[in-house]
DNA sequence: TATACGATCTACAGCTACTGTAGGTTCAAG
DNA sequence: CTTGAACCTACAGTAGCTGTAGATCGTATA
């Protein structure tokens, strides 16, 4: 029987956001004392880790809440549970390229700039300046 | 003499989110028709492009205060201009980094999997699975 | 057993950076 | 003069939490 706060130790949560999960129903309704306090089983932990994780692997709560109706299904194809992890890859590898785009203009913008007064700044230049910019969406 | 509206295609900006920046101080407020109407000049326009230019390059919004604020006053030094870009570019390298350790580790998940049903499904288990992941920090 | 004090409780506001909606008014072209 | 797109205000909603206030609970120690 573990206290919420010891969930969120062992979890690395914080103790709001898991009442939060509780309250958007990721989590389950955990029972309580006779004082009104939560306790929790060891596969609400194992529920916790499987959230969080996913979280640090960058997974929308809806993606996360897919996963986890999936998971209830064992016998069932798991070409669905592939392709939430393969739209996440894309996620990921879009931001990332996004990324490398900005900094490669960022570092262009620091590297020109060798001026001492504001008036004559070379990154607020470009900032200002939409000609060779990103913005072709 | 330009409605909300022209500004908002000018510089690919919806109405209500030029409104939000009026509302937040970031633009001014711009003088109106004797029907309410706002109109602006090209100054206006210009600021906006900054804005939203230095939003693409993923500057957050106090930051961009910080920087409008720094180009009203073109006599002073613009090193504190390059610090912020440099924080800036500290933190794309950082989320570029973090990014990329996901990929890898979506990309070993999904190509572990091999299964048919959910319940043999690696990507499961290595969500579920807390001893190969990223949780150092 | 009494007390102290940290942990927990509920309820709600706030964060970033917008976006969407409802219900009404204004502008400009034909 | 009419029509319809664009504009107005005000407010709620989005994701994913985080922080606060004020009250109650649980347990280790005296």
């Given at each position: 029987m573990l206290s919420i706060g010891t969930l969120g130790k062992r979890t690395g949560t914080k103790v709001q956001t898991i009442r939060y999960y509780e309250q958007i129903g990721l989590m389950p309704e955990p029972g309580r004392t006779e004082g009104g306090q939560r306790r929790y089983e060891d596969a609400e932990l194992d529920r916790l880790a499987f959230i969080r994780h996913s979280r640090e692997l960058g997974f929308s709560l809806e993606a996360i809440r897919e996963l986890l109706d999936l998971s209830d299904?064992?016998?069932?194809?798991?070409a669905q549970i592939d392709a939430v992890a393969q739209k996440q890859l894309h996620k990921v590898e879009a931001r990332i390229a996004r990324l490398e785009a900005l900094r490669i203009e960022l570092r262009r913008m620091i590297g020109e700039c060798h001026a001492d007064r504001v008036a004559d700044c070379r990154i607020l230049e470009v900032l200002r300046d939409h000609e060779e910019c990103l913005s072709e969406h």
């Amino acid at each position: 029987m573990l206290s919420i706060g010891t969930l969120g130790k062992r979890t690395g949560t914080k103790v709001q956001t898991i009442r939060y999960y509780e309250q958007i129903g990721l989590m389950p309704e955990p029972g309580r004392t006779e004082g009104g306090q939560r306790r929790y089983e060891d596969a609400e932990l194992d529920r916790l880790a499987f959230i969080r994780h996913s979280r640090e692997l960058g997974f929308s709560l809806e993606a996360i809440r897919e996963l986890l109706d999936l998971s209830d299904n064992p016998e069932r194809s798991c070409a669905q549970i592939d392709a939430v992890a393969q739209k996440q890859l894309h996620k990921v590898e879009a931001r990332i390229a996004r990324l490398e785009a900005l900094r490669i203009e960022l570092r262009r913008m620091i590297g020109e700039c060798h001026a001492d007064r504001v008036a004559d700044c070379r990154i607020l230049e470009v900032l200002r300046d939409h000609e060779e910019c990103l913005s072709e969406h």
